[in-house]
């Protein structure tokens, strides 16, 4: 069997099968299987409640996992799909209670990669995946990555090289009367705004009009999430060369100085947003491993280009210096 059927062989039977997409590596199972499904989370530690993303192999199967569809999602997956956005529906009976997290809602996307869309149509339903890593840590963009986060809990890891994106996937939230942007992503307010003709909301910002429904729980959307276990701060660049000590490590839009502390180990971001979101978790991880005694990073801009990198960066924040839990 080639790779790509060996990884069908494995969802049918409810194994678990890491798989490339444009934004992060996932671990995938049978979406439609509970047993498969459990199977992700004892893997990587995550609380049960806590929902997953269904993959499919294209629009067509909206149906299949979702009801009452508004037209703006048909638009949306019209304009984004295969791509980075993941649109939370209110979902078909048939949908499994841990994918949802209990919850009434489900997310759903089509990736832009050729092998996960391989895998998707050789498959032919849905396959749940989340990032595949230990819960609350870095995801992964490689399959080194997985590897390295996994090991043996994942019997297939399907190797698409680096990921394009390299930041998880913008969630729009459609259940409720107005559409709200729940974790922010590559495709932006007003990528949307320009499909669906009026602006969706972000998370946090006055709600008014949704009927007093609560927002869906959704992944990534914890304040400590996407952390390194070195200690991580985040300073302005104005204070960050006063602030560097002996084996601190950085990452830095701004230019290296001449002089450092002894042992600092020094990381230039890219200028631009895309390429420094694309950039991101490799960064980190290489810095986590290199047992520095902190991680510094320079506060990135704060344009709308820049969202889905200060999101990360802020809960990347929160969660790094803690102990695995598993």
């Not at 949704?210 to 996407?226: D, E, F, K, T």
């Amino acid at each position: 069997m080639n790779p790509i059927q060996q990884a069908v062989a494995l969802l049918r039977r409810g194994d678990l099968v890491a798989l490339p997409t444009e934004t992060v590596y996932g671990l995938g199972a049978d979406a439609m299987n509970p047993d498969a499904c459990a199977r992700i989370f004892a893997a990587k530690g995550r609380p049960s409640d806590h929902p997953l993303i269904v993959h499919l192999p294209d629009a067509e199967q909206l149906p299949v996992w979702a009801r009452a569809i508004p037209k703006e999602a048909i638009a949306l997956a019209r304009a984004f799909w295969p791509g980075p956005l993941t649109l939370i529906l209110k979902k078909h009976e048939d949908v499994p209670d841990l994918v949802t997290g209990g919850q009434d809602t489900v997310g759903l996307r089509v990736p832009d990669h050729p092998v996960a869309l391989e895998l998707l149509r050789a498959f032919g339903g849905g396959i749940a995946a989340p990032s595949a890593n230990r819960f609350g840590r870095i995801s992964p963009t490689t399959a080194d990555h997985v590897r390295e986060e996994l090991g043996d809990r994942v019997p297939l890891i399907l190797d698409g090289g680096p990921c394009q994106v390299g930041l998880e996937s913008t969630i729009l939230d459609l259940s409720r009367d107005v559409p709200v942007i729940l974790r922010p992503g590559a495709i932006g307010v007003d990528d949307i705004a320009r499909v669906i003709g009026r602006r969706p909301r972000l998370r946090g910002e006055d709600e008014a009009g949704q009927g007093g429904a609560a927002a869906p729980r959704v992944s990534g959307a914890l304040a400590a999430h996407y952390a390194p276990r070195t200690p991580l701060e985040l300073i302005a660049g104005a204070d960050l060369l006063a602030a560097l000590q002996p084996g601190d490590a950085v990452l830095a839009r701004m230019a290296r100085p001449d002089r450092l502390p002894d042992g600092v180990r020094w990381v230039a971001a890219a200028p631009d947003a895309a390429a420094y979101g694309h950039d991101l978790y490799a960064a980190l991880r290489d810095l986590d491993a290199v047992g520095c005694r902190r991680i510094l990073v320079e506060t990135p801009p704060a344009g709308p280009e820049w969202s889905a990198v200060v999101d990360r960066l802020g809960r990347a924040a929160v969660g790094s210096g803690e102990d695995d839990e598993t």
